[in-house]
C-alpha cells in the first residue's frame, strides 16, 4: 500500500489533478461571482489565494517529482494549503452561521508587495461584506463544502509527505 501511495505521490497525474482541482474551484467561484451575483467576501478571497497557493505547490511538485526534498517540500505546502483553507472556511462558516464575531472588512488585508486585489481585481476584489455564502447542491453551501475539502486537502497533504519522506531515496 504504501508503495503505491509513494507512485502516486511521485507521479504527474497526481499533481496535475491538484492544479486542475484549484483551477476547478476557482472557475467555480468565479461563475457564482459572475454569472449568478454573488460577490466574494474576504474571506473567499482569502480561500481564492489558498487556491493559487495549490497550484504553486501542484506545479512545483509537477516539476520536481525527481528530487526528493523538492518533492518533500511541495507535500508540506499542500498541507499547508490545506490547513491555511480549513482556518478560513471554519471562519466563513461561523459567520455564516452566526458563530464567529470576528472583523470582515470590505480590504483584502493583503500586503502591498502581494496585492492581487490591485493586480487582479475582477477575481481578487473584495465585493460583498461577510455573512453567507451561496447554496451549492442538496442544501450544501459554498462555506460547509469548503470546510469538508480543505479537511481532506489538509489529510492528503500530511499523508503524502509522511509517504514520500518513507518512500525509497531516488
Not at 502516486?8 to 474551484?25: C, D, K, R
Not at 497550484?55 to 516539476?63: D, N, Q
Not at 470590505?106 to 493586480?119: N, T
Amino acid at each position: 500500500m504504501r508503495d503505491r501511495l509513494y507512485r502516486i505521490a511521485t507521479g504527474a497525474p497526481y499533481w496535475m489533478a491538484l492544479v486542475l482541482l484549484a483551477f476547478s474551484l476557482e472557475g467555480v467561484a468565479l461563475f457564482y461571482q459572475y454569472r449568478l451575483d454573488y460577490g466574494p467576501c474576504v474571506m473567499c478571497i482569502h480561500v481564492r489565494v489558498w487556491l493559487l497557493g495549490l497550484v504553486f505547490a501542484g506545479l512545483v511538485g509537477l516539476l520536481a517529482r525527481r528530487w526528493r526534498g523538492l518533492l518533500v517540500l511541495a507535500q508540506c505546502l499542500v498541507a499547508i494549503v490545506g490547513a491555511g483553507m480549513l482556518e478560513r472556511s471554519l471562519k466563513l462558516l461561523g459567520t455564516e452561521r452566526g458563530t464567529y464575531e470576528g472583523s470582515c472588512a470590505m480590504e483584502s488585508g493583503l500586503p502591498a508587495w502581494f496585492a492581487l486585489d490591485k493586480w487582479f481585481p475582477s477575481v481578487f476584489q473584495v465585493q460583498e461584506p461577510c455573512g453567507y455564502t451561496p447554496e451549492l447542491l442538496f442544501g450544501i453551501t459554498m462555506a460547509e463544502a469548503l470546510v469538508v475539502l480543505s479537511g481532506l486537502l489538509l489529510v492528503l497533504g500530511l499523508v503524502m509527505t509522511v509517504v514520500t519522506l518513507a518512500g525509497r531515496s531516488r
